[in-house]
């Protein structure tokens, strides 16, 4: 099993606050994930410190095969590399169309002169449309993104993820606001995602955990608490204590 | 591809066609070439209120679409007009010492000469030498490639200090003032080379061209202010409307979200920042020569002020709004302060548009702001959705941008 991402002795303090102590974290490169833990564990915070946002005090982060070290490099950049994030709230270009959203996010050069000089040719819009078909939005390519229910922004969110082509999705609460049908799509999407890159989910809802069927950590202040499959993680004590608040 | 890019955007044809039309018709009744009714004076001052217009929409790409509110493109703007304007004052000079010298027994030799230029052109700030910024005063070419590349270099330099350590929003918008604060006060000192307070002057005659009535010179510079101000126009619509535009408009609205599609966002407001400033320094190059004299009270940080103000008010966010914006505003300006308004007589108090004029479109900016951001340009969406009323993701312009259609209507 080759390791696309490890995370190792990762801390990051807020104020004096240590919302991430100590944690290891390794996921391979084509493997799903679900993190769980409650309010305040530290889930998104972790995805803010692996995609750039948040510079950690102390610890490593190695990528790929080469196993170089993300801490240092801008946030383009990491997303360069090939980490793609879904934000907790959806967020997509709510003043462009579907298509604009999804033509920004589709795997092209990303500099500022290819850019400039790209007009999308005919290829890119099919692939544009076949994601689009995907998630549920081949109607809606030419309405403003701003218009479209909760539920398809965090698609059109989704969309511009696999767009992306990313070697590690971060999900961040894929399923809050959708109905149980959409839920069910969002699930096999990833799970069709995860046969050939690495997926890490980070949900509330178990129902939908078990659907993804893998490999659960449990965080907990700031630090993996428990590891392994769901149902080990929920016979574990600690964890029960954890989710009831004692 | 071009023919597509123009059918996509008819408000660019629309745009060109009310330039062309314009230009005729000023022509049409100029004394230069037509009837005489539009009188020489008049004519320089649309000729640079379309320089005006120019300059306004490398403000409203940086403002409107990136959400950069640069307060010192009009900084960017003076220095395009000082660069020609050294080459424009020097060969002037030149010609008149050197038809001075001709009466004279012995020919003046290549140093005299430079003396004599150097004396008429500094005498003023007590010098009589050629400063070294002046080195290339005496080529066309290279005081026109200046034009582009002293605004161009300043905003690359300022640009990349700036966004790399991430200043945005107020505080790039005060760094911005502060280097038009800088930029106006070292111009204003003696030593500075090029004149201090005094500025550069008689930028209207054409070297070479002394026979040339200014009638006819004025309709030129409309002529390539109009053509400069087309070409800007459709550059602009062109950079704005294809993919480069959808991340300028991402930046604007939620800069994070663009970083992790993996853009790096400094590195687009860099060539934006400083693609602009080259815009509004061959604004500045045609708008001085029709205003004939540049002084450094031109590049005051109020300037640049105003240059928001006008793209506020026309709409920032559509390049058509901004043109609207810096017509309408500087002509009224215009007219309110050249004491042609007529003042209002309340029997108590007599309201003096000199004076008052600036409250009113500091007012004016105001309610703009708060009741119809989308500015005089919004009005074209009223109009299109009289025309086809069930249009659905219309503009919502920069401050709603982020409200759904739908919440924004309620
Ligand atoms: N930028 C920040 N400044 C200060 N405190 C922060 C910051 N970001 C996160 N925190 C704190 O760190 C802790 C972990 O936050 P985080 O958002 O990672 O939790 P989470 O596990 O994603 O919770 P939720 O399930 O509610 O989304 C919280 O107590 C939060 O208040
Ligand atoms: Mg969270």
Not at chain 2, 249 to 257: K, N, Q, S, W, Y
Not at chain 2, 301 to 311: K, R
């Amino acid at each position: 099993m080759n390791t696309l991402l490890e995370v190792s002795g990762v801390s990051v303090s807020f104020d004096g606050f240590r919302a991430i102590n100590n944690l290891s974290f390794r996921i391979a490169s084509a493997e799903m994930r679900a993190i769980i833990g409650p309010n305040g564990a530290g889930k998104t915070t972790f995805m803010d410190i692996v995609t750039g946002k948040t510079k950690p005090d102390e610890g490593r982060i190695l990528w790929g095969e080469k196993s170089v070290s993300l801490l240092g490099l801008s946030e383009a950049r990491i997303a360069r590399e090939g980490v793609g994030r879904k934000f907790q709230k959806p967020t997509v270009f709510e003043d462009q169309t579907v298509q604009e959203n999804l033509l920004m996010a589709l795997k092209n050069k990303r500099g500022p002169f290819s850019v400039l000089l790209y007009r999308a040719k005919n290829d890119d819009l099919a692939r544009v449309e076949a994601f689009a078909e995907e998630i549920g939005l081949a109607d809606a390519l030419m309405r403003k993104s701003g218009e479209l229910s909760h539920g398809q922004k965090q698609w059109l969110e989704i969309g511009m993820l696999l767009a992306q082509e990313p070697r590690l999705l971060l999900v961040d609460e894929p399923a809050a606001g959708m109905t149980p049908a959409e839920r069910e799509h969002t699930t096999n999407i990833l799970v069709e995602a995860a046969k050939t890159r690495a997926v890490v989910v980070v949900e509330h809802d178990m129902e939908f955990v078990r659907r993804l069927d893998c490999k659960v950590t449990v965080l907990h202040e700031g630090s993996v608490l428990a590891e392994g499959s769901l149902d080990h993680v929920t016979a574990n004590k600690d964890v029960v204590d954890v989710y009831l608040g004692r | 591809m071009q023919n597509s890019f123009l059918a996509r955007n008819p408000s660019t044809l629309i745009f060109l066609a009310a330039l062309a039309l314009f230009t005729i018709v000023v022509t049409l009744l100029s004394e230069g070439l037509g009837m005489g009714f539009v009188s020489t004076s008049f004519v320089k001052t649309l000729g640079k209120t379309l320089c005006l217009g120019l300059v306004a929409i490398s403000m409203d790409l940086v403002w409107g679409y990136a959400g950069i509110l640069s307060l010192g493109h009009f900084a960017f703007f003076g220095l395009g007009g000082y660069m020609i304007g050294m080459w424009l004052m020097y060969e002037r000079t030149r010609d008149v010492v050197v038809s001075s010298l001709a009466d004279a027994p012995i020919p003046a030799s290549a140093q005299e000469l430079n003396d004599a230029i150097a004396t008429q052109i500094f005498g003023v700030v007590g010098s009589a030498e050629f400063p070294l910024i002046w080195a290339f005063s005496d080529s066309l070419v290279l005081q026109l490639a200046l034009v582009v590349l002293v605004p161009g270099l300043l905003a690359l330099a300022f640009g990349w200090l700036a966004f790399r350590s991430r200043v945005a929003g107020v505080y790039l918008s005060i760094l911005t003032q502060a280097m038009t604060l800088a930029l106006s006060l070292y111009l204003f000192q003696n030593d500075s080379g090029l004149r201090g307070n005094n500025g550069l002057s008689g930028l209207q005659n054409l070297p070479g061209l002394t026979d040339v009535p200014q009638a006819l010179v004025s309709l030129w510079f409309l002529w390539g202010s109009a053509l400069a101000l087309g070409l800007g126009y459709v550059l602009a619509a062109w950079v704005v409307s294809g993919k480069f535009g959808s991340v300028l408009r991402g930046i604007r609205d939620d800069e994070a979200r663009v970083r992790f599609l993996g853009y790096s966002v400094e590195s687009y407001k860099l060539v934006l920042f400083t693609g602009t400033a080259c815009m509004a320094g061959i604004a500045g190059a045609l708008y001085y020569p029709q205003a004939g004299i540049i002084n450094p009270a031109e590049i005051a940080p109020i300037a640049s002020i105003y240059l928001a103000v006008w793209v506020a008010i026309g709409g920032r966010g559509r390049i058509y709004g901004a043109v609207i914006g810096a017509v309408f505003v500087s002509l009224l300006s215009s007219w309110f302060t050249g004491g042609r308004a007529p003042n209002i007589d309340l029997g108590f108090y007599t309201i003096q548009w000199v004076d008052w004029w600036l409250v009113v479109l500091g007012l004016s900016f105001v309610l703009v702001t708060l009741f119809a951001p989308k500015g005089i340009g919004g009005l074209f969406d009223l109009i299109s959705s009289r025309i086809m009323p069930d249009r659905h993701g219309a503009d919502l312009g920069p401050d709603d941008g982020a409200l759904r259609e739908r919440e924004a209507r309620e």
